[in-house]
């Protein structure tokens, strides 16, 4: 059974740091792509950063130069180094990780259940 599941939540004062964890285990093939996403109360989830297994990186505008995405590939680990949080960075933040199960398969995302991060002093 394939799984990936996040770490890091907490509370943080405006300023301040964060870095988030998120590690695929189970039976696969290879992972492709890994990212993050996130979703505050009312909104839509949106993409915030994402990373390709040769390390190329994507941001969204919102938080392009205060987060860093970086991975692992030993370990299957993706992480989002989250400085300079606002209030507005306050949501659940989803990791997902392109899975190839096979070698013939085609990836397919898998969801970790989410993790808060609330921004507030």
């Known amino acids: 059974q394939l799984q990936v599941v996040e770490s890091g939540a907490g509370l943080v004062q405006p300023g301040g740091s964060l870095r988030l964890a998120c590690a695929a285990s189970?039976?696969?093939?290879?992972?492709?792509?890994m990212g993050w996403y996130r979703q505050a109360p009312g909104k839509q989830r949106e993409l915030i950063a994402s990373i390709t297994r040769a390390g190329s990186t994507n941001y969204a505008d919102s938080v392009k130069g205060r987060f860093t995405i970086s991975r692992d590939n030993a370990k299957n680990t993706v992480y989002l180094q989250m400085d300079s949080l606002k209030p507005e960075d306050t949501a659940v933040y989803y990791c997902?990780?392109?899975?190839?199960?096979?070698?013939?398969?085609?990836?397919?995302?898998?969801w970790g259940q989410g993790t808060q991060v609330t921004v507030s002093s």
């Open positions: 189970g039976s696969f093939f290879s992972i492709n792509a």
């Open positions: 997902y990780a392109a899975v190839r199960r096979m070698i013939a398969s085609t990836p397919r995302d898998y």
